[in-house]
C-alpha cells in the first residue's frame, strides 16, 4: 500500500507537469490570456515546485513523511480544482502556484517513504522500478490526456482529472506507514537554508524559463542569474556551518548520490526536451491535431515503461551502472534517429521506431537512478536526500528545455514554414542526444563499479558538515 499511494501520487505530479501544455491555445481563448503572460501557466507550476522541493524534503523528515505527503496532495488537489473553476487568467496561474507547493511537499515525501519502507538491496530497487515506471508514464501520459480531454471534454478538465487520482492516493495512504516525526523533538528547520534556496533555486527556474519571451542575452535574465548564484553560493556557505541543515553537504562525498543527481539532471533534461520537440514536430510540421498528438505518445509510453521493467530486474542483483550505461546510450541513438526527422515525413517513418528506441532506453536509466541516488542515505535523511533528487530532476528539466529549445528558435529564426521548423527541431533533437551521452560518461566514470556501500554518518558537530573527504 504505501508502494501504491506514492506511485500514485507521483503519477498525479509527473501528469500535471505535461497535461496542461496541449491545452494551452483553448485556455488563451478561453480566459483571455495575453500572448506573454500565457507561458505563466506552465512556468509557475516549474517555479514553486523546483523552489520549494528542498524545503518539503526536509521537512518530512522533520514534521512526518505521512503528514507531509497527505498535506501536499491535499494543497495540490484543491488548488487543481481552484484552476478548474478559474474564471480569470490570475485565478489559474494562482490555483498552478498552489499546485506547484503541493507537490513540493508531496514528490520528496513519496519517495522517502519508499526508501524507508524498503530496505537497500532488491526489494528497493524493484519498487523504486514501479515508481520510476509510473513516474515516466505520467509525463509521457500527460500529452495523450492533455490533447484528448482538451478536444473532447474542454481545457479545465486538464486540471479537475487530478481530482479522483489525488483521491486515490490519499485513500491508499495505510496507517501503518511511520509518521518520523521524533527528529523534530531533537533538530529545528534551518529556516536561514530554507530562505536562500528557496530564493536561489527559484531565480534559477525564473531566469531560465523565461528566456522564452527575453532571450538568453537579455540584462533582466543575466540579473536573474546572477542573483540566483549569489544565494545558492551563500547557501551552500550557510548549509556548510549548520547544526542541522537544509542539506547535509557530506552527502555529496558519496559517489552514488553525487553522481545519480547529475544524471538525473541531464537524464531529465534530454526527457523533458524531447518531449517537446517532437510534440512541436508532429504539431507543426506533421500537421497533426491535439489528440493524435497525444496519442502518438502512447508508444513512447510503453517503451518507457518496458525500459524500466528491464531494469529493475537487471539491477536487482547488480549495480545500477549495469542498466544506466547502455540506457543512456541507447536514448542517445534514438535521439540521433530522431535528428533525421523530414518536413515530408509521417508518424510511421519518422516518429514511431526513434520513440520506441529513445523511451526504451530512457526508461532503463530513470528506473536504477534513484536507487543510486538514495544508496547509503541513512532513514531520518532520507527526505533530504529525496527532495535534492527531485530538484536535480525539476532543475534539468527546466534548464535543459529553455537551453535546447532556444537553440532550436534561434536556427529557425523568424521562418515558419515547415521545412525550416525542421530544421530547428531536429539541430535541438541533435545535441539532446549528445547530452545522453554525457550521461554516459558521468555513470562509467563517477558511479562505483561494486554495490558495496559504506553508509553515510550523520555529523554531530557543524564542522562534520563540510564536502571535503574521501568518497564512500
Avoid: K
Amino acid at each position: 500500500m504505501v508502494l501504491a499511494a506514492a506511485a500514485v501520487a507521483q503519477f498525479v505530479v509527473a501528469l500535471d507537469m505535461s497535461v496542461v501544455n496541449v491545452a494551452l491555445p483553448a485556455i488563451r481563448t478561453a480566459l483571455g490570456f495575453a500572448p506573454l503572460d500565457l507561458s505563466w501557466v506552465v512556468h509557475v507550476y516549474a517555479l514553486t515546485f523546483g523552489g520549494f522541493l528542498l524545503l518539503g524534503g526536509r521537512a518530512c523528515d522533520l514534521y512526518g513523511r505521512r503528514q507531509m505527503f497527505a498535506l501536499g496532495l491535499v494543497v495540490f488537489g484543491l488548488c487543481s480544482l481552484a484552476g478548474g473553476l478559474a474564471q480569470t487568467p490570475w485565478q489559474l496561474i494562482a490555483a498552478r502556484a498552489g499546485q506547484g507547493l503541493g507537490a513540493a511537499a508531496a514528490a520528496p515525501a513519496a519517495l522517502a517513504m519508499l526508501t524507508t519502507t524498503f530496505a537497500e538491496g532488491p526489494r528497493r530497487v524493484r519498487a523504486l522500478g514501479v515508481w520510476s515506471a509510473v513516474n515516466a508514464a505520467g509525463g509521457a501520459l500527460g500529452v495523450l490526456a492533455g490533447g484528448v480531454l482538451t478536444e473532447y471534454a474542454g481545457w479545465r478538465w486538464v486540471m479537475l482529472i487530478n481530482l479522483p487520482i489525488v483521491m486515490a492516493a490519499l485513500a491508499l495512504i495505510p496507517a501503518g506507514v511511520p509518521a518520523g516525526t521524533a527528529p523534530a523533538q531533537r533538530e529545528r528547520l534551518d529556516a536561514l537554508g530554507a530562505v536562500l534556496a528557496t530564493g536561489g533555486v527559484g531565480l534559477l527556474v525564473l531566469g531560465v524559463v523565461r528566456t522564452d519571451t527575453l532571450g538568453w542575452d537579455s540584462p533582466v535574465t543575466w540579473a536573474t542569474l546572477a542573483a540566483a548564484a549569489v544565494l545558492l553560493t551563500a547557501f551552500v556557505f550557510a548549509e556548510s556551518r549548520a547544526d542541522a541543515p537544509l542539506l547535509r553537504l557530506g552527502l555529496l562525498r558519496s559517489r552514488w548520490v553525487a553522481g545519480a543527481n547529475v544524471l538525473v539532471f541531464l537524464a531529465a533534461a534530454g526527457q523533458f526536451t524531447a518531449f517537446y520537440l517532437v510534440s512541436l514536430y508532429m504539431q507543426q510540421v506533421l500537421g497533426m491535431g491535439a489528440a493524435a498528438t497525444g496519442t502518438a505518445f502512447l508508444p513512447f509510453s510503453l517503451g518507457l515503461v518496458a525500459g524500466t521493467v528491464v531494469a529493475t530486474r537487471i539491477t536487482a542483483a547488480r549495480t545500477p551502472r549495469v542498466s544506466l550505461v547502455p540506457g543512456a546510450l541507447l536514448a542517445a541513438a534514438g535521439l540521433a534517429w530522431f535528428a533525421h526527422i523530414s518536413p515530408e515525413g509521417s508518424f510511421l517513418t519518422d516518429v514511431l521506431g526513434p520513440s520506441l528506441v529513445t523511451s526504451v532506453g530512457a526508461g532503463l536509466v530513470l528506473a536504477p537512478v534513484a536507487a543510486a541516488a538514495t544508496t547509503g542515505v541513512a532513514p531520518p535523511e532520507a527526505g533530504m536526500a529525496s527532495g535534492l533528487m527531485n530538484s536535480s530532476r525539476q532543475l534539468g528539466g527546466s534548464v535543459g528545455l529553455a537551453a535546447l529549445a532556444t537553440l532550436a528558435a534561434h536556427h529557425t529564426g523568424t521562418a515558419t514554414d515547415p521545412a525550416a521548423l525542421n530544421g530547428g527541431y531536429a539541430l535541438g533533437l541533435a545535441v539532446t542526444a549528445a547530452v545522453f551521452v554525457l550521461a554516459a560518461v558521468v555513470a562509467i566514470g563517477v558511479l562505483p563499479r561494486r554495490r558495496v556501500v559504506t553508509p553515510l554518518p550523520r555529523p554531530t558537530a557543524p564542522a562534520e558538515n563540510q564536502m571535503e573527504g574521501t568518497p564512500s
